[in-house]
């Protein structure tokens, strides 16, 4: 195991009803004038912009509003809340969505106290302040509401690039497991994908000896095996939301990664499709994941079969492993086709002829980039190709 630090100093606020608190839990965290940031009209159709305002107003907390954010948020919206931040003096960003709102709502917060431009920081600056975030979460998928990460997209040219630092990590998040029971099928998978991704990104690592965290890894993705087939079938089964809003924190917060290398290939190639098509991130990786693994899993073929074995249940072959790692990628994918993902180009909406477009748009030149296996660019040309064609 490596050398790490530690930091989750988020307050998570869990439960039924939960929502009512926010203004509480604002004041507590210093705020007195709040940006009210949310994405379409169902939290306020819903009445938890309602709800959540009657906190703010309990609490003698002032605010203003600005919705429209989009899946794969916009850099647009984010320029926009930061002059309406500014103009209002806001000290405090309330986040009241999903990833997408959270990650938008992170962009304005380290916008505001920034004497340039924004995107800087997406570009690989790091930040150096931010104003105090919090969320209400309607979505378990993204992390986004106990990690220090931000995920935006640049209209001029649909880049799709990230942020990471501590100084976005929420104060506070309320998670109420029965805001998401509304949610379609589809939007439900695409979490439970998503939470998923965020594990495996973790999991295959060259650092040994990592037991503990190969264990937690494997707690939370059995967990999304047996939880996401119970919410499409039963969508007001609490208990099982409750786990999964659970599992998405937990998968992104870090402490499932601490201590071991990282991959993160996945989610690089998988940005590109979801910035030129606009598709939804979790439907991206349930096509990019399983062809990453296909393509890299002979890199440490006996990792891969503890995948299998520990998590889907399969059978060891001794005489030959690659057997047993082959038919764990096939049972994860199969998995996601289960809960309603799509395998392939075709299903998800993208063409393979755009191949040389998303290789180029990744932006790694002649280098090469990854963690668990460094790819360069006919890796990625080999991979996307992969999941043109993939099938069960």
């Given at each position: ?6 930091y989750s ?7 039924k009803g939960r ?9 507590k ?12 009209g ?24 600005l ?21 209002e ?7 009241v969505?999903g ?21 800087d ?10 104003l105090p ?9 993204a992390g ?19 942020v990471?630092?501590?100084?976005l ?14 949610l379609?099928?589809?939007?439900t998978?695409?979490g ?10 973790r999991?295959?690592?060259?650092t040994?000896?990592?037991e ?33 809003m ?5 998968a992104h917060?870090?402490i ?29 990786l349930?096509?990019?994941m399983?062809s ?14 503890q ?21 764990g ?27 040389p ?13 990854g ?22």
């Amino acid at each position: 195991m490596e050398n790490f630090n530690f930091y989750s100093p988020t307050e998570f606020v869990f439960g039924k009803g939960r929502a009512a608190e926010t203004g509480h839990f604002v004041k507590k965290y210093g705020g007195t004038k709040v940006l009210i940031h949310y994405g379409g009209g169902s939290a306020v159709k819903s009445g938890l912009i309602g709800i959540v305002k009657k906190s703010l107003d309990e609490a003698g907390i002032q605010y203003c509003e600005l919705g429209g954010v989009q899946p794969n948020p916009r850099d647009t919206l984010v320029y926009k809340g930061i002059d309406l931040c500014r103009n209002e003096g806001v000290d405090f960003i309330l986040a009241v969505g999903g990833g997408s709102v959270i990650d938008s709502a992170k962009g304005i917060a380290i916008g505001v106290p920034y004497n340039g431009d924004f995107w800087d920081m997406y570009c690989g600056k790091a930040p150096e302040k931010a104003l105090p975030v919090a969320t209400v979460l309607t979505i378990a998928a993204a992390g986004s509401e106990g990690s220090g990460d931000s995920v935006i997209t640049k209209e001029d040219g649909m880049l799709k690039r990230a942020v990471g630092s501590d100084h976005l990590r929420p104060k506070f998040s309320v998670m109420d497991p029965a805001l998401t029971q509304t949610l379609p099928a589809y939007q439900t998978a695409c979490g439970a994908t998503d939470i998923m991704a965020h594990v495996f990104e973790r999991y295959f690592t060259n650092t040994k000896e990592v037991e503990i965290t190969d264990r937690l890894c494997e707690a939370v993705l059995i967990t999304m095996v047996k939880e996401a087939p119970r919410v499409i079938a039963d969508p007001d089964n609490y208990d099982a939301r409750a786990n999964i809003m659970w599992a998405g924190m937990v998968a992104h917060n870090n402490i499932v990664g601490v201590g071991r290398q990282q991959d993160w290939n996945s989610h690089g190639l998988e940005h590109e499709l979801s910035g030129l098509y606009d598709v939804a991130h979790g439907a991206g990786l349930a096509v990019i994941m399983p062809s990453w693994m296909e393509y890299v899993y002979k890199h440490n073929v006996l990792r891969f079969c503890q995948m299998a074995t520990r998590v889907f249940g399969c059978q060891m072959n001794f005489e030959n492993p690659e057997v047993t790692a082959l038919e764990g990628i096939h049972r994860f994918r199969s998995f996601l086709h289960s809960i309603g993902m799509p395998i392939n180009f075709a299903e998800l909406g993208a063409k393979e002829e755009d191949i040389p477009v998303l290789v180029e748009k990744i932006g790694i030149g002649d280098g090469k980039f990854g963690g668990f296996m460094e790819l360069d660019r006919n890796d990625v040309t080999e991979i996307y190709r992969i999941a043109a064609h993939a099938s069960l």
